[in-house]
């Protein structure tokens, strides 16, 4: 600051075009002359204080934009990339490798076709037919052997990672799963004794239900893996 100050001075006294006496040389200012150079002396003077003033105003300005900027404004370090770091890192442990990419496609159709004849045994058992009942009923059976078969298979794919990050995904698939089971082993039972044909409109509506659940946990899991959803519950 001292330099920019000292600097300042210099050039406004070039401006003047004056040349300043030794005060001291020997000898005396000329005669005539003393109150002239005074009042120029004076000019230069004020000319160069006003200078000082503005040159530190300036510096004081930037120096307080400059801290509160940089108060404001910047984030804390490392927060950001330590978090990005660590989705980074989860993605790549739970990516689906491409052969449970094929069995996740083939796990979402055959819950999708049980479903399917879950809604027309539903239809069926409104009509009189015990036939068309007991036709439609056997294909949901075995639709949903498929399902929960191609369910289990994906499962089991899992490698430790994935297995130790999906957890809380998988627990909630198992238990619509298990709400399936139990409603798939009525549908047998009711097969077996050949109850009255609309008694299987209110399975057939669990059913439908539960399947609904297992597809919304399903599409969970393969969001979590990095796979496209391709089946969306209806």
């Known amino acids: 600051m001292l330099d920019l100050n000292r600097r300042g001075m210099m050039e406004a006294y070039r401006g003047t075009n004056l040349s300043l006496p030794d005060p001291f040389s020997s000898g005396t200012y000329p005669e005539g002359h003393c109150g002239c150079g005074t009042h120029k002396m004076n000019r230069v003077l004020r000319l160069v204080c006003g200078i000082i003033l503005v040159m530190n105003a300036y510096a004081l300005l930037a120096q307080f934009r400059g801290g509160h900027r940089s108060g404001t404004t910047r984030p804390p370090a490392g927060v950001a990339t330590t978090d990005d770091l660590k989705a980074f890192n989860?993605?790549?442990a739970l990516q689906a490798s491409p052969d449970q990419v094929v069995q996740f496609r083939q796990l979402s159709d055959s819950t999708q076709v049980a479903r399917k004849n879950a809604q027309d045994l539903l239809k069926v058992a409104q009509k009189p037919s015990k036939a068309d009942v007991f036709r439609s009923a056997n294909l949901l059976t075995s639709a949903l052997e498929t399902a929960q078969t191609d369910n289990q298979k994906f499962v089991r794919s899992f490698s430790p990672a994935q297995k130790s990050g999906l957890r809380q995904v998988t627990?909630?698939?198992?238990h619509a799963n298990s709400d399936v089971t139990k409603r798939s082993k009525a549908?047998?039972?009711?097969?077996?004794?050949?109850?009255?044909?609309?008694q299987?409109?209110?399975?057939?509506?669990?059913?439908d239900k539960a399947l609904s659940d297992v597809q919304t946990?399903?599409?969970a899991i393969g969001k979590e893996m990095g796979?496209?959803?391709g089946t969306a519950p209806q």
């Open 90 to 92: 989860r993605a790549v």
């Open 200 to 207: 299987y409109s209110g399975i057939a509506e669990k059913l």
């Open 187 to 198: 549908l047998t039972r009711d097969l077996e004794h050949s109850p009255i044909p609309r």
């Open 217 to 219: 946990r399903q599409l």
């Open 171 to 174: 627990k909630k698939l198992d």
């Open 227 to 229: 796979i496209p959803s």
